[in-house]
């Protein structure tokens, strides 16, 4: 087995398990270290010695690579994949199947784990049609959101990368403002396929403020999805967070009128929007894009959880924007 591939593979199904950042990184820095080298240029260097004294390269990477070097599938692979051989959640399997896409994830271009290249080859391996990628906004400084001018910089990677078998489509995952406006340009926000509209701060603000605040995104002529709806947290390592408080009623009516489509966001220490709050936005005639919100490739499979709680709360499959095919997508996109 090649042994790049092998390393990157156990970082997946890390991701996928929700595996400490630090133990997957080290599988990552492996792989990028010995990516340089040919097959037997590594076998040398494992044969010798000098992998081993690598800086880098730990005890239990050096033995994936020994391992995958020797023809093997390595062991430490093999064992993750067994454990992972189940769909991370079984509910919804039908819906599950319809899903062609996700309109967003994030990068190293802000708070995101790799390359854009990195998570479209991810993508295009769970048989994507297709894969927006929604970095944050300048606002948000804590996860390093692009300022108009790195965005137009990442515009033009993305132009230039050749994606295989999936769409990417570009994107950007945009601040709604204390005011109610994005923080973008609308200039720049025109040239997005994927606008992702989400509250970040002061999510404990009152009910009259915080419906006026996500009024506001809705109604802004370039959003198409409302993301993480209500900011609550349920599990994970950031602790929980209760949801914000907003008039529901006022917030999917303005999302029906506008064609904004609810995003299920499919973390599990998100599961945002809660149940009850699926169910009303169903009832007031909204769309939904179930996504991942993925920092990482391993997180990508985390459609699984979305379509389970979309199913189980009975979203039909036409009513939701990532089983649509991409002409039909980027026609809505468009509007």
């Known amino acids: 087995m090649e042994p790049v591939a092998a390393l990157n593979e156990i970082a997946f199904w890390l991701e996928r398990e ?26 040398a260097r494992v044969a010798d010695g000098r992998l081993k004294r690598t800086k880098g390269i730990g005890d239990r990477t050096f033995q994936v690579i020994w391992q995958a070097v020797d023809g093997e599938v390595p062991a430490y692979l093999a064992d993750l994949r067994e454990r992972n ?7 919804g399997a ?16 802000s708070d995101g784990t790799v390359p854009i290249e990195v998570m479209a080859a991810a993508a295009a391996t769970l048989g994507r049609e297709y894969q927006a ?6 606002t948000l400084t804590v996860a390093s959101g692009l300022s108009a001018e790195r965005l137009e910089e990442q515009l033009d990677v993305i132009a230039g990368l050749d994606t295989g078998g999936v769409t990417l ?14 923080d973008q340009t609308p200039a720049l926000l025109d040239r997005l396929d994927v606008v992702v509209a989400s509250v970040h701060s002061k999510l404990r603000a009152d009910s009259r403020t915080m419906t006026a605040r996500m009024l506001g995104g809705i ?10 709806v209500t900011g609550r947290l349920v599990q994970g390592s950031r602790g929980t967070r209760p949801q914000s408080e907003f008039d529901a009623d006022a917030v999917f009516a303005a999302c029906a009128e506008h064609g904004v ?17 699926i169910r009303r936005a169903l009832d007031a005639g909204c769309l939904f894009s179930i996504d991942t919100d993925a920092h990482a490739p391993g997180q990508l499979d985390f459609l699984a959880y979305g ?7 009975g979203v039909p499959a036409e009513r939701i924007v990532t089983t649509w095919p991409l002409p039909r997508l980027r026609e809505w996109l468009a509007k």
């Open 261 to 277: 489509a609810v995003e299920i966001n499919s973390r599990p220490e998100r599961q945002d929007p809660p149940d009850d709050l």
């Open 219 to 228: 109604r802004a002529p370039h959003t198409n999805v409302l993301g993480h």
């Open 85 to 91: 051989a189940e769909p991370l959640d079984a509910g």
């Open 133 to 138: 990628i929604t970095d944050h906004s300048p």
């Open 94 to 109: 039908e819906l599950r199947a319809q899903l062609r896409g996700d309109l967003h994830s994030h990068t190293e271009w």
């Open 18 to 43: 929700l595996a400490p950042s630090f133990k997957v990184q080290a599988f990552r820095k492996a792989a990028a270290i010995i990516a340089p080298l040919d097959t037997a240029e590594v076998a």
């Open 307 to 313: 379509a389970a709680r979309a199913a189980a709360n």
């Open 169 to 182: 489509l570009t994107g950007i995952e945009v601040d709604i403002l204390e005011d109610g406006t994005l």
